[in-house]
């Protein structure tokens, strides 16, 4: 066998992320903000095993929904994933990722279905499913879009004694646990990643890390919700060096578009405004025009007059 050595650059590299989470923790919420700052404008694929609650959002994010269901196989994930990469969609979300381990028809599922009852075949019941979602998880990792995984979380605890024989109860440790919270998925995935987080109720969207790497530890701010541009700066990070001046002008043309919009709400004129918006945003010169009217907007709302859009 030859192999052959080039100087490494970091260029292009597709994102795995996974956000996991309790109920009231915003990881679907967070998910999607994310997805629209790494797609940039384009629009991005959700596939949601949650009877269709990512549409909830459907007024908020531009993205095109498909629902995978029960039984849900590892390849049920791979097939449905694999088709959104195919099509183009440069951000794929998945809400829920933890079907394919605790769900019907998931991976514990598949093991007491083999096992059959039979408490001596327990160890070997867990070669197809553990090899199933090995299988899924190398597709995932060689994927061309954007991945983010969202997982359910639930909360876990250890009963013991002390040392005058009282019961104590307290928060269960583990490899990707934070006060007692594991994400619902198999233990190793959320380390295969190039980044996983647990977002808690108390402070929905805030990120608490399970692995983050140290060229990522400056793009992931740990004290604010996740975000779009969030999702933008790690998209510059993952694109390399040579993209990173296209993907800053892409961030100043969201955060300009999303300023317009909400100086317009302010002015009564957001319709009319988001209409002139998609009519403008094909041309060439839409960078400049997006400026201008920002400054418009901005005029119009301190002297509650002018034109503009």
Do not use: S
């Given at each position: 066998m030859s192999i052959t050595f080039r100087p490494a650059v970091r260029e292009q590299l597709p994102l795995l992320l996974g956000l996991a989470g309790g109920t009231g923790a915003g990881k679907t919420f967070s998910?999607?903000?994310?997805?629209?700052?790494i797609a940039q404008g384009q629009r991005f694929a959700v596939i949601d095993t949650e009877n269709g609650r990512a549409k909830h959002y459907a007024d908020s994010f531009d993205f095109d929904h498909g629902e995978i269901r029960a039984p849900f196989?590892?390849?049920?994930?791979t097939e449905a994933i694999l088709a959104a990469d195919s099509a183009g969609y440069p951000v794929v979300v998945v809400d829920s990722a933890s079907h394919e381990w605790y769900g019907e028809g998931g991976c514990l599922d598949l093991h007491d279905e083999i096992?059959?009852?039979?408490?001596?075949?327990?160890?070997?019941?867990?070669?197809?499913?553990?090899?199933?979602?090995k299988r899924m998880v190398t597709r995932l990792l060689q994927m061309s879009?954007?991945?983010?995984?969202?997982?359910?979380?639930?909360?876990?605890?250890e009963v013991g004694t002390d040392d005058r024989g009282r019961m104590t109860v307290t928060a269960k440790k583990g490899l990707t646990a934070l006060d007692g919270w594991f994400p619902i998925t198999e233990k190793n995935l959320p380390f295969e990643m190039t980044a996983s987080f647990l977002l808690m109720a108390d402070k929905p969207g805030v990120p608490r890390p399970i692995k983050l790497p140290e060229p990522l530890q400056d793009v992931v701010p740990l004290d604010r919700p996740l975000n779009a541009k969030v999702g933008l700066a790690m998209a510059e990070w993952a694109?390399?060096?040579?993209?990173r001046s296209?993907?800053?002008?892409?961030?100043?043309?969201v955060e300009l578009e999303e300023e317009l919009l909400a100086l317009a709400e302010t002015l009564g004129k957001k319709?009319?405004?988001?209409?002139?918006?998609?009519?403008?945003r094909p041309n060439p010169g839409f960078p400049d025009w997006l400026k201008r009217q920002v400054e418009l907007a901005r005029?119009?709302?301190a002297t509650k007059e002018g034109e503009f859009a």
């Open positions: 998910a999607l903000e994310l997805a629209k700052g196989r590892p390849e049920t994930y096992m059959g009852g039979d408490q001596r075949k327990n160890i070997t019941a867990w070669i197809e499913p553990k090899r199933a979602h879009a954007h991945v983010i995984l969202c997982f359910r979380a639930e909360e876990k605890v694109l390399g060096g040579k993209k296209t993907v800053a002008e892409k961030t100043e043309a319709q009319q405004t988001e209409e002139a918006v998609e009519r403008a005029e119009a709302v």
